[in-house]
Antibody, heavy 123, light 103 residues
Framework: QVQLQESGPGLVKPSQTLSLTCTVSGGSISSGSYYWSWIRQPAGKGLEWIGRIYTSGSTNYNPSLKSRVTISVDTSKNQFSLKLSSVTAADTAVYYC???????????????WGQGTLVTVSS | EIVLTQSPATLSLSPGERATLSCRASQSVSSYLAWYQQKPGQAPRLLIYDASNRATGIPARFSGSGSGTDFTLTISSLEPEDFAVYYCQQRSTFGPGTKVDIK
């Protein structure tokens, strides 16, 4: 079955750019009509959707983060990536990648998820 | 933007009891609602999508119902592994969660 694994630096300095990669295994990122998504969760808090990408490169972003977020896909490596610029302490969170199942924007369901990676923003 | 409200915030129950969790949307979302379970230190897991469809591998004790603005997740008989936080979700929005803990 498909599995996802996040990777990237666990510590980022304020004002810098957070960069994470999600590697998909157990299947091709290009097979099926799936979007691929990033979601984050500050410690002890709820879930926040960041954005998603189709393998064609089409993206949707959370309006509250849109000015700072870029999600890209590399089908040759079976990976998709997140860049979040100008980070502050408020961006400290566990970042998850997930596959989006469902046939429309209304059916934006996440399954499966990666295990998550903690990113701390601190000098 | 749609706002999701979950109640109660915490539900204290004993194993074997029935759990009823509520999710209310600020406007109609038809049947486009999902439920997730999250245990400490783990990623969320999809339980229910399209309001009432169980995801692959989810036990039959989990069921979802509702449409429009009011939705319910029911766990018919709590198992020890069901004590967790449950989130509802629609498109880009998650509810604040309901914690089901042991009484």
């Amino acid at each position: 079955q498909v599995q996802l694994q996040e990777s990237g630096p666990g510590l980022v300095k304020p004002s810098q750019t957070l960069s994470l990669t999600c590697t998909v295994s157990g299947g091709s990122i290009s097979s099926g009509s799936y979007y691929w998504s990033w979601i984050r969760q500050p410690a002890g808090k709820g879930l926040e959707w960041i954005g998603r990408i189709y393998t064609s490169g089409s993206t949707n972003y959370n309006p509250s983060l849109k000015s700072r977020v870029t999600i890209s896909v590399d089908t040759s490596k079976n990976q998709f990536s997140l860049k979040l610029s100008s980070v502050t302490a408020a961006d400290t969170a566990v970042y998850y990648c997930a596959r989006v199942i469902g046939s429309s924007w209304y059916s934006n369901w996440f399954d499966p998820w990666g295990q998550g990676t903690l990113v701390t923003v601190s000098s | 933007e749609i706002v999701l409200t979950q109640s109660p915030a915490t539900l204290s129950l004993s194993p074997g009891e029935r759990a009823t969790l509520s999710c209310r949307a600020s406007q109609s979302v038809s049947s486009y609602l999902a439920w997730y379970q999250q245990k400490p230190g783990q990623a969320p897991r999809l339980l229910i999508y399209d309001a009432s469809n169980r995801a692959t591998g989810i036990p039959a004790r989990f069921s979802g119902s509702g449409s429009g603005t009011d939705f319910t997740l029911t766990i018919s008989s709590l198992e020890p592994e069901d004590f967790a936080v449950y989130y509802c979700q629609q498109r880009s929005t998650f509810g604040p969660g309901t914690k089901v803990d042991i009484k």
